[in-house]
């Protein structure tokens, strides 16, 4: 079923918060700092507060003095389904204050210093200008490896060596022993360096506030969903939670970076207050580029032991994750720790992990958060050991992988994964993507001077995020059902999936069903998008909704009917008395509504919720193959065939989840091969701070993907159902290094770093001949 809302989107029709104007709107311009690490030493506003047009500027000390705290976020570091990390004894996690505007001291180049709110954008802009801060620079670092060593700037005064946490998981002791025992050891270190999430929709937030209700309104798009950043924004302003309310309109991409909180949705309803104006800031891509919360950025050093015949022993190293200036999540380091095996049998696994603070933007979750860094790890390991010890890459893969004889399986953390066939996933990628006929496809390649590599990637996910969701349902007596949800879309095609499911449950039209989310005022509990959540709670939550509602629906058919309950019967959105008397759903509901003889509890309409809280996680896996040809004179990088193997345990949509796995491709694709943002190690500066230093996949990028869906039941979810958004992007980095590697393996090339730029790609060939 191709998505009804794609109608409205591309006709124009979306509403976004760059749309949204007001009466008296009045607009804002952010004063960012300069400088990667300064302390402020004083703000001088006059010139622009005397500026025309400007209404008010506003600062740090501000925002204090009207009580406004820091910004609530999401460093959870412990709970299932993920591993459980282990702390050094006496160690406390160090959690920042992230204020909406610092006080006293700068952490990174581009963080918001002051507001200035004027009649227009441009003479918020020109105010703005005006600001004059007198700053005292201090040093800085960018890189987590370098900010945990002796002498480093320390970030936060109560942070020593900058480590926000150090953990460990698994068993040193047995790792530790299957090493000794080894007869073969790879070891690989490695960054998965830092990109952004770069949607198409600029951030853009509009903040309202009635005074004759003491209510601040929040309008912009966040992955968190309204519920959750209707509290955050509660919290940040320091008022009840019923006095704030939450609207999205339409989201023009997430991807991730847009699921925190971020200072300007608490600073717009605050600023409206002030000046008692609707206030409105749209940042330009330069501030996205600046501001944006950014992703991945992980230092792995691993090692893989293996056995005489190619069993996998014991996989052991350390994860330095980046957090930036503060502690937004701790989830991408968690999540990867928890995985570092992948879909493979490996019997002992010990890895430390560290957070560390560092002089950039704060890092956040990224599709597939931490699972990328992990696959890319386990696989460029697994290919480095079939290079260097004379195994078939393919054939040391099947030896190692979890049969599905025993699922479920619990990892070397300590994680356990529900169900699956991992060597089917695998065969049916070979397969799709005819590996047997490489050969031929290589020779064809080399006769017009071009390299051909191929490469092969397994993975999985363990995939959770916020256990709390609700569905509620109501018939209407315009011959609609409502249904009312608390995730946030950003192009998943909620509007007509989850539609789906209730009418397949209730056998209605789709026509019949009216969607409803986006506004506190409506949605009561929820918890957004991220994690591959959204379909994974909604199905349960709606599906519990239905049967109460049935069930409500027939003890009120039962008494219209005049016939026993048990004998009513449910068909095509009617209920039956065994006579063929019958009365539908909008008629049960228009009973209940106006029949006094009915008992107390079943009056008032025909309304159900389904409130769920799910700890269990999602286990989504697959396999993918892609094909590259390489030009050995300039070290051009073409992706000539791709092919993906999904496993999402049960498709509502198969045409969503096919357009779903392809945008995850090009996700992962830009990050391996053109994305990366870079900050000056000697200044903190950040130098691709627009589309001209920031590579981007396009369309002409790939050629088309074959992908394919696999529907495994997943034994954890009691619909079958597995996350379907992120499994592109999973294994796409070791992937397509593999592929690149393959290609370059008559020059010697063992490792490409990302991006595989072409520059990376002629150098590694270059030193490879030298060294030859």
């Not at 004063?31 to 740090?60: E, K």
Request: one cysteine or more; a negative charge.
């Amino acid at each position: 079923m191709p998505r009804t809302e794609d109608h409205r989107l591309l006709t124009g029709q979306g509403i976004y918060a760059g749309d949204l104007t007001a009466n008296a709107l009045c607009h804002a311009a952010m004063v960012r700092s300069p400088h990667a690490h300064a302390r402020i030493h004083s703000i001088d506003v006059s010139q622009a507060n005397a500026a025309p047009g400007v209404l008010a500027v506003l600062t740090g000390a501000d925002a204090k003095k009207d009580g406004l705290g820091p910004m609530p976020h999401n460093p959870d570091w412990v709970g299932p389904p993920d591993a459980t990390l282990r702390l050094p004894p006496g160690f406390e996690v160090f959690v920042t204050e992230n204020t909406v505007l610092p006080v006293d001291t700068v952490r990174y180049v581009g963080e918001a210093v002051a507001m200035v709110v004027a009649e227009t954008a441009e003479a918020a802009t020109d105010g703005a200008e005006l600001v004059d801060i007198e700053y005292e620079e201090l040093s800085s670092v960018v890189h987590a490896v370098a900010a945990m060593e002796p002498g480093a700037p320390q970030i936060w005064p109560d942070c020593p060596d900058n480590l926000a946490l150090t953990c460990e998981v698994g068993d040193r002791d047995a790792t530790e022993q299957a090493f000794e025992g080894a007869a073969h050891v790879v070891a690989f270190d490695c960054w998965v360096h830092r990109v952004t999430g770069s949607p198409m929709e600029p951030r853009a937030v509009v903040g309202e506030y009635d005074p004759a209700n003491d209510r601040y309104t929040l309008r912009t798009a966040s992955g968190a969903g309204v519920v959750r950043s209707r509290d955050r924004l509660a919290v940040t302003l320091g008022v009840p939670p019923e006095n704030c309310r939450a609207i999205f309109g339409d989201m023009g991409g997430n991807f991730g970076t847009r699921n925190a909180f971020f200072p300007e949705y608490a600073l717009m309803p605050w600023a409206a207050k002030r000046v008692g104006r609707t206030v409105k800031w749209t940042a330009t891509r330069q501030e996205c580029f600046l501001s944006d919360y950014q992703a991945r950025d992980l230092a792995s050093r691993a090692e893989l032991a293996l056995d005489g015949e190619g069993n996998f022993l014991a996989l052991r190293g350390v994860n330095t994750m980046n957090l930036g200036a503060h502690t937004v999540f701790f989830w991408p380091l968690r999540k990867g720790l928890s995985m570092m095996q992948s879909v493979y049998h490996i019997p002992c696994v010990h890895f430390h992990g560290h957070a560390v603070l560092t002089n950039t933007a704060p890092t956040a979750v990224y599709r597939s958060a931490g699972r990328p860094e992990a696959i890319y790890v386990i696989e460029r390991l697994i290919e480095l050991a079939a290079d260097r010890h004379g195994f078939d890459r393919v054939e040391l893969r099947r030896r190692n992988l979890i049969p599905s004889a025993a699922m479920p399986y619990t990892n070397g953390v300590g994680a356990t994964y529900d169900s699956g066939d991992y060597e089917l996933a695998m065969d049916t990628a070979l397969r799709d993507a005819d590996w047997a006929g490489f050969a031929a496809r290589r020779e064809e390649s080399a006769a017009r001077g071009l390299c051909r590599g191929i490469g092969v990637a397994n993975y999985i996910e363990i995939t959770s995020g916020i256990p709390r969701e609700r569905a509620e349902l109501a018939v209407c007596d315009d011959g609609c059902i409502e249904l009312v949800v608390g995730t946030m879309s950003s192009g998943q095609g909620h509007e007509t999936s989850f539609p789906q499911l209730l009418c397949d449950w209730l056998q209605i039209p789709f026509d019949k069903v009216r969607f409803i989310a986006n506004d506190t005022d409506r949605v009561s509990v929820g918890g957004g998008s991220h994690s591959g959540r959204s379909m994974r709670l909604v199905s349960i939550a709606l599906g519990e909704a239905v049967e109460e509602l049935l069930s409500k629906g027939r003890v009120i058919a039962a008494h219209v009917l005049q016939t026993p309950e048990d004998d009513v019967t449910y068909q095509h959105g009617a209920f039956a008395a065994p006579g063929g008397a019958s009365v539908d759903l909008w008629g049960a509901a228009k009973a209940a509504a106006t029949l006094v003889s009915l008992p107390r509890e079943l009056r008032g309409g025909l309304e159900s919720a389904g409130d769920i809280t799910n700890r269990a996680g999602g286990y989504p896996y697959g396999a993918h193959v892609c094909e590259v040809e390489v030009d050995p004179d300039t070290g051009q990088v073409k992706i000539v065939a791709w092919t993906g193997v999904d496993d999402v345990g049960l498709a509502v949509n198969p045409l969503i989840l096919h357009g779903q796995a392809h945008g995850a491709v090009m996700q992962g694709v830009g990050q391996a091969l053109l994305e990366e943002i870079f900050y000056d190690p000697a200044t903190g500066q950040l130098l691709t701070g627009s589309f001209m230093d920031y590579a981007m996949p396009r369309a002409d990028t790939m050629p088309m993907i074959k992908t394919a869906i696999m529907e495994i039941p997943a034994s954890s979810h009691p619909h079958g159902i597995r996350p379907g958004g992120e499994g592109g992007t999973t294994p796409a980095l070791g992937l397509l290094i593999n592929a690149i590697v393959d290609a370059l393996s008559e020059f010697g090339v063992k490792h490409v770093d990302m991006p595989a730029t072409p520059q990376r790609v002629w150098q590694a060939i270059k030193t490879a001949k030298d060294a030859d």
